[in-house]
């Protein structure tokens, strides 16, 4: 999958703050209202299931869950559900070589890697919704710089 430039929905760059005043298209401000919290898609299962209903909620609440993006945070939920499943399949080879005489050392090079890119793809669909930290401290950083403005004086 080539990898290009991620564009910020709307909601997240409202919560960020517009530090380079450039303007935000009508294409980019794409709002679709949701009465309900989404569905999870019938696609996703076992860990990948568990982290919608887990994260789904919180994003949902701050205006980051939409039905336009069920499809994008299913994404992010099955690379979870990926990456943590190839994690405990290295984890029991490693720990009980003798149960999986079948895998080979180099094979386990290949499930580092593949656990690797489902960890990366994860992380950046993560960030889409603000569910890193440093995706976090950009939203609280700004939200900072809003409330302490050195004309707050002036104001009151």
């Known amino acids: 999958m080539a990898s290009g430039p991620i564009h910020t929905p709307a909601r997240m760059r409202a919560l960020r703050g517009n530090p380079g005043k450039r303007p935000i298209g009508p294409a980019v401000a794409l709002e679709v209202a949701v009465a309900a919290l989404p569905t999870p898609p019938d696609f996703l299962t076992a860990y990948g299931?568990?982290?919608?209903?887990?994260?789904?909620?919180?994003?949902?609440?701050?205006?980051?869950?939409?039905?336009?993006?069920?499809?994008?945070?299913?994404?992010?939920?099955?690379?979870?559900?990926?990456?943590?499943?190839i994690e405990e399949t290295i984890n029991e080879i490693e720990e009980h070589p003798e149960r999986h005489p079948e895998i080979k050392f180099r094979d386990r090079f290949k499930l580092m890697a593949e656990a690797r890119a489902a960890c990366r793809e994860m992380l950046r669909y993560g960030r889409e919704f603000g569910l890193t930290p440093s995706a976090r401290a950009s939203i609280a950083g700004n939200t900072a710089k809003a409330r302490s403005s050195k004309f707050d004086d002036l104001l009151s």
């Open 49 to 85: 299931l568990e982290e919608w209903h887990r994260v789904a909620p919180m994003i949902y609440r701050v205006g980051l869950l939409t039905d336009a993006d069920v499809a994008h945070f299913a994404a992010y939920c099955r690379a979870f559900g990926q990456w943590r499943d």
